[in-house]
């Protein structure tokens, strides 16, 4: 399968199932747009016809230069992936590598589009115990195999409300690596509202990756991002941000937003994140039900995929300046990247990632929670549900049909089930809106890449 796009001033040529990716001029572009399904006595004429600056024997050199290609393997590669897709899972079965312990369902902020119903889950509000964590850590060790990494998220609602156990946890996980043979690695997601310069120091010592939750502009951000009296909480957080970051030595953190109807041309945000001296970026789309005033519109969508362009001609101007700054969903690998296992399974939500509520209930990730029919279990009993389990292990690129001609497979493992069941009733739907939205931005972030390789050549 081939996929073949101009951008950033580049001829860009995406061999999917090899992973080949190839920068070529116009004439080669050409000979490659018609080379499948047409003679070369018929595709050598019809070039010579649009390049008449060309000799034949030119062109023929530019087709036998494809065709080498084709027999390298580097063009037009046959999808051998598809037998094994299911047998990769097969080999991880029953191995559990990470956990995103609900620490607490409860927030103290109101912001509408909040998928967690401000952190209750559409139940009731709690905050885990320390004997509940404590369990879903032994589970993760039982359940991890021979693996020595093992994540573990501190999610909410607002973890934060709930910080003494998350040391707590954080202790006893260490007390026991050297004895299990295991290293955690933690990441905090919080709205910084009770940052202080305790949560500052134990952060920056245990924690590998903090996110922190802005959505950019000051108007935008109190737009939803409110406390329950309808206050804004942008000048709160901003101070503490900055104070964390700047202690953190800038690394192993996100800046983390979401952009809504109200803010399409999210460029804009990110340029007020960049100001306030933050440069580890992300900015999302929201995820609502439909009719919901906070839904990207068609129009919205068309402003957003004009804005991942600009986003990646802004990354490469401040590359040249010497002011580079990330941003999530353009970081990729062209030479090493994501193995096939992660290519055509996914995320492993479900068998090799699972959320624990307050309660000690098991579900496939954090978006699934509250939905009762795929609670898997918990963490005294491990899993009982495993007719869900099952629908997850088989949630693979190759299981949707929507997603057999589409360039991106392998670049998005066949997108978020969560996203896909909210969108579509179930796990192996697509969301159409975030397709649209992952082609675009790989494409961007595939330029960004070959841009900088030139660049460093």
Not at 45 to 57: G, N
């Amino acid at each position: 399968m081939i996929h073949q796009y101009k951008l950033g001033g580049y001829n860009i040529v995406l061999d999917i199932c090899s992973g080949s990716v190839h920068v070529v001029d116009e004439v080669a572009y050409e000979i490659i747009s018609l080379f499948e399904g047409n003679s070369k006595e018929s595709v050598i004429p019809s070039i010579a016809t649009k390049f008449k600056e060309l000799s034949v024997e030119e062109i023929e050199e530019c087709y036998a230069q494809v065709e080498a290609l084709k027999e390298q393997g580097k063009l037009f590669a046959p999808d051998t992936f598809k037998p094994m897709a299911g047998k990769l899972k097969e080999k991880t079965s029953g191995v559990v590598k990470a956990l995103c312990l609900h620490i607490a369902h409860t927030c103290n902020l109101n912001c509408s589009y909040c998928f967690a119903s401000q952190g209750k889950y559409h139940g009731e509000r709690a905050v885990m115990s320390f004997e509940v964590g404590k369990r879903a850590l032994d589970f993760l060790v039982e359940n991890s195999g021979s693996r020595k990494n093992l994540e573990v998220d501190f999610f909410g609602g607002e973890p934060l409300m709930n910080f003494e156990v998350v040391k707590q946890l954080v202790a006893y996980a260490r007390s026991i690596e050297k004895e299990k043979n295991k290293n955690f690695r933690f990441t905090l997601t919080t709205n910084g509202l009770l940052i202080d310069d305790d949560v500052i120091e134990f952060a920056n010592r245990e924690m590998s990756n903090v996110v922190l939750s802005l959505d950019g502009r000051k108007e935008i951000h109190d737009r939803f991002r409110v406390d329950y009296a309808g206050n804004g909480s942008f000048d709160r957080i901003v101070p503490k941000f900055k104070k964390l970051v700047d202690a953190r030595g800038g690394k192993n953190y996100y800046m983390r937003g979401t952009f809504t109807h109200a803010n399409p041309d999210f460029l804009e945000d990110i340029k007020l994140m960049l100001d306030l001296g933050f440069t580890e970026l992300s900015m999302e789309p929201v995820v609502c039900a439909a009719g919901d005033p906070s839904e990207l519109t068609a129009e919205d969508m068309a402003v957003v995929k004009q804005q991942y362009e600009k986003l990646a001609e802004l990354m490469l101007e401040r590359d040249k300046e010497g002011k580079p700054f990330t941003f999530y969903h353009y970081m990729i690998d062209l030479t090493g990247g994501p193995c096939i296992y992660k290519r055509i399974s996914g995320c492993g939500s479900g068998t090799e990632y699972m959320a624990v509520t307050p309660w000690g209930d098991l579900y496939p990730c954090h978006q699934f929670v509250g939905e009762e029919r795929f609670k898997l279990g918990n963490v005294w009993d491990g899993v009982s549900n495993t007719e869900v389990q099952k629908e997850f292990a088989d949630c693979n690129v190759y299981a949707r049909e929507e997603c057999a001609d589409c360039w991106a497979k392998l670049y998005c493992s066949g997108g978020c089930a969560a996203n896909a069941y909210h969108a579509t009733g179930s796990v192996k739907g697509i969301y159409k809106n975030g397709c649209e939205l992952f082609r675009k931005r790989m494409e961007c972030a595939i330029m960004v890449a070959i841009a900088r390789a030139f660049s460093e050549s």
